[in-house]
């Protein structure tokens, strides 16, 4: 799915193509450049009847998709799933909440949820400006798959998993799995994401998201860190840590994770963590910061994370 958000085909423009046109059915650009397919059903059937057709670009909102094409045209063949009301919102479903493809990070950012989701609130309040953030779709978030993409992070440390249909059958991929590396998803040619599933904890539980850019606000990350606690009898019973734009993919600290396990939730916790906890990541240098840069980085703001959750501070 690709794009976080942004619609230019969405609701406002719906004179100017139609809601679908037929299997072949192309359009020329002023200059003859020739368009591709373009696909809005209203019914999730008839998309992954589409999909199952051959090969089209999901288009959720498009908040990545038409930066990237500034100045020429779509040549395309388009999937457009904005007009899937079935895919959008957020529900408890008993043992998991449940968010539908395209719900958007305003949705998230404005929704009464658990302490668990403070972590992917406050992402949420991350990615882009206001208007993008109205308009871009969680689903879109992952399926882009940019090493800094704001939403993977609290929802891998959640321990998220993707779910996906296809014309004849769904499945369902935890998101540490579904997220192969820099724009690269497990994601068939065929199948649609139609919803993100996270399993509620079995304790108490608490989670925050801590950001480093060049500066505070519409900035591509240089390391971000989501922390999950869960809390029992004043011990942390179980943990989720999350470090994003530091490898092609983000990544899990499982030996951080063991290591929490067991100790006081107490101020000061941060200083549990240790140089080789971080052995999962794998920086690069670039425009942003250095490789030792964003490592050093990363140690730092997972402490501090810890030490916020543990000072009663989301």
């Known amino acids: 799915m690709t794009g976080a958000g942004l619609g230019l085909f969405n609701h406002r423009y719906t004179n100017e193509l139609p809601a679908a046109r037929p299997a072949g059915g192309v359009r020329s650009s002023p200059g003859g ?37 500034v100045g020429r045209a779509i040549t395309e063949d388009i999937l457009d ?6 895919l959008r919102g957020i529900a408890d479903a008993g043992d998991h909440f449940r968010f539908g493809a395209t719900t958007t990070w305003s949705d998230i950012a404005k929704a009464p949820l658990p302490p668990c989701f403070d972590g992917l609130k406050l992402a949420a309040r991350e990615v882009g400006g206001v208007q993008i953030q109205n308009a871009g779709t969680v689903a879109g978030n992952l399926c882009n798959a940019s090493p800094a993409a ?38 068939r040619p065929e199948e649609l994401v139609t919803a993100i599933r996270v399993p509620k904890p079995a304790r108490e539980a608490r989670s925050t998201f801590l950001k480093l850019g060049a500066r505070r606000y519409l900035v591509i990350s240089i390391v971000m860190v989501a922390a999950v606690l869960e809390i029992e009898k004043g011990v942390v019973a ?58 050093d980085a990363a140690r730092t703001l997972v402490a501090r994370a810890l030490d916020s959750l543990a000072a009663g501070r989301p």
């Open 33 to 69: 450049v020739t368009m591709g397919r373009y696909v809005r059903p209203t019914d999730l059937t008839e998309a992954l009847a589409a999909l199952a057709a051959g090969p089209l670009t999901i288009l959720a909102g498009g908040t990545d998709f038409y930066p990237a094409r």
């Open 81 to 86: 799933v904005s007009a899937l009301a079935s």
């Open 150 to 187: 704001d939403g993977i992070p609290p929802l891998m440390a959640l321990d998220a998993v993707v779910e996906l249909r296809s014309h004849d059958a769904g499945r369902a991929v935890p998101l540490a799995e579904f997220v192969l590396g820099n724009r690269r998803t497990t994601r």
């Open 238 to 295: 179980g943990a989720g840590i999350a470090v994003g734009a530091c490898s092609a993919a983000a990544r899990r600290l499982p030996a951080l994770e063991a290591a929490l396990v067991g100790r006081a939730f107490i101020p000061g916790l941060g200083a549990a963590v240790e140089d080789s906890h971080l052995s999962p990541l794998a920086p690069i240098d670039d425009v942003r910061g250095s490789a030792d840069y964003r490592r």
